[in-house]
């Protein structure tokens, strides 16, 4: 079975400070994980992946397969990055992603 | 290509109505899936079709809920009877089998239904 966890539902921060939403997964195999953004009256959509180890919008994400975790980090929060952030796992069908519960994130000026 | 489509964006029924969703998805996109998203449960699958056909649907709720894909065109998922708990908004996606776009998903903008 697979599973993901976002421990978090909403997260506030200021802007220009740290943010950080967390997220821990349960699989048996070798995973993939993916992040997810969802902006205000925006469509779902793929924000990065962790084979790509790539930065999208100054948001990193490392796996790390001792704590399970794929934790999303970005070290100066904006404004525009105040939207509903989904962890995913992919597992045994490349295709099918396990979503978790997601974390509302809201930056303050 | 204007993505997924999505319809009806939204719908108000009565319990015990028969409730019909439609998704288009991007033309060469060979996976198609309906997600269920709700604040407490956030997004879950209910089923999966590659290639038209159904993969898994261990996800569909209950014998209320049915979903079928006839071509790679369009995709339905109905329910009947509806019930108030299955008010939430119900999301199609769609992939490409491809190794190069392994886990991206493109969904559409969702069908919010609520039953009364």
């Known amino acids: 079975a697979q599973r993901v966890t976002q421990p978090e539902k909403l997260l506030s921060v200021f802007k220009g400070a740290p943010v950080e939403l967390k997220c821990n997964y349960s699989?048996?195999?070798?995973?993939?994980l993916f992040w997810y953004v969802q902006y205000s009256r925006q469509r779902l959509q793929l924000l990065l992946r962790?084979?790509s180890r790539e930065s999208i919008k100054g948001f990193t994400a490392d796996l790390n397969k001792g704590e399970t975790s794929f934790h999303l980090k970005k070290p100066f929060a904006q404004e525009e990055d105040s939207a509903m952030y989904y962890c995913?796992?992919?597992?045994?069908?490349?295709?099918?992603?396990?979503f978790g519960e997601g974390t509302q994130l809201t930056v303050n000026p | 290509d204007a993505g997924v489509i999505q319809s009806p964006r939204h719908e108000v029924t009565e319990m015990g109505q028969e409730v019909t969703l439609r998704c288009k998805p991007i033309?060469?996109?060979?996976?198609l899936f309906w997600y269920r998203q709700t604040m407490m449960r956030g997004l879950e699958l209910l089923i999966y079709?590659?290639?038209?056909?159904?993969?898994?649907d261990s996800g569909m709720p209950e014998d209320r809920f049915s979903a079928k894909m006839p071509n790679a065109s369009f995709s339905t998922l109905k329910i009947q009877p509806s019930e108030p708990r299955d008010s939430a908004v119900y999301f199609c996606?769609?992939?490409?089998?491809?190794?190069?776009?392994?886990?991206?998903?493109?969904f559409g903008e969702g069908s919010r239904l609520t039953v009364l």
């Open positions: 996606a769609t992939s490409r089998e491809d190794r190069g776009l392994v886990g991206e998903l493109f």
């Open positions: 699989y048996s195999g070798s995973p993939e």
């Open positions: 962790h084979i």
């Open positions: 995913a796992l992919s597992g045994m069908s490349i295709s099918r992603l396990t």
């Open positions: 033309s060469g996109h060979n996976s």
């Open positions: 079709f590659n290639n038209n056909v159904p993969i898994d």
